[in-house]
């Protein structure tokens, strides 16, 4: 088992849903979690970034940790077709600059 | 300010072919990656050099050797190519002491 679980997908959704992506992780040591955002042929961006337990806002995009279930999740709200692209969660544990990647899950907004 | 660069995009070598990835930062961070990326595999880690003049082994090193050349520069060698090594590589760059990555555009690899 990886030490970082992230369903692949496609997930596809039609234009405006709130859309949820989701990472389970094994190891209770990582306090850091990030969200990529890699378009096809691209290498991949940072979306997200928090550390430790709670939520992070930024415009459509809410990121949320839950240490006691190991679980990570993306929201998206009002998504549209430029969305579209494999989202990357990511995780560190303090101290430790390398992280631990999930597969990735990829995203199709529909019109 | 390009961020992380990446040369060359694509390449195609025959097996036992040799080559070498360019990878470089102009944003003055510390630390530099070099990642594979495979359908259903996510980013592999290759080599780290977490700072000028240090270079350590990640995940999946084994055909593969790096250079740090000086604080900007971090280079990946295949000596001696197999099918095995087709993939994207990317490398990527962090200022030390933060945990998240900027990453290049990616070199996509076709070994034949």
């Known amino acids: 088992q990886k030490e970082v679980e992230q369903d692949p997908g496609p997930l596809s959704v039609p234009e405006g849903a709130i859309v949820s992506l989701n990472c389970t992780y094994s190891?209770?040591?990582?306090?850091?979690f990030m969200w990529y955002r890699q378009y096809s042929r691209k290498g991949p961006e940072l979306l997200m970034y928090?550390?430790?337990?709670g939520n992070k806002e930024d415009g459509r995009f809410t990121a949320q940790v839950d240490k006691s279930s190991k679980y990570i999740s993306l929201f998206i709200r009002d998504s549209q077709p430029s969305d579209s692209a494999t989202y990357l969660c990511?995780?560190?544990?303090?101290?430790?600059?390398?992280?631990?990647f999930g597969r990735g899950t990829s995203l199709i907004v529909h019109p | 300010n390009a961020g992380v660069t990446q040369t060359p995009k694509f390449q195609v070598l025959k097996t036992g072919q040799s080559m070498t990835l360019q990878c470089a930062q102009d944003?003055?961070?510390?630390?530099m990656y070099w990642y594979r990326q495979d359908p259903g595999m996510g980013l592999r880690l290759i080599y780290y050099?977490?700072?000028?003049?240090?270079?350590d082994k990640g995940e999946v090193p084994n055909g593969y050797n790096v250079s740090r050349l000086n604080k900007r520069e971090f280079s990946l060698r295949l000596e001696s190519a197999a099918p095995s090594q087709t993939s994207v590589y990317f490398c990527?760059?962090?200022?030390?002491?933060?945990?998240?990555?900027?990453f290049g555009p990616g070199t996509r690899l076709t070994v034949t």
């Open positions: 990527a760059s962090t200022p030390g002491g933060v945990y998240e990555q900027y």
């Open positions: 928090t550390y430790s337990s």
């Open positions: 050099s977490a700072s000028e003049g240090t270079t």
């Open positions: 990511a995780m560190s544990i303090g101290g430790s600059y390398i992280p631990t």
């Open positions: 190891n209770s040591a990582f306090q850091y």
């Open positions: 944003m003055n961070h510390n630390s």
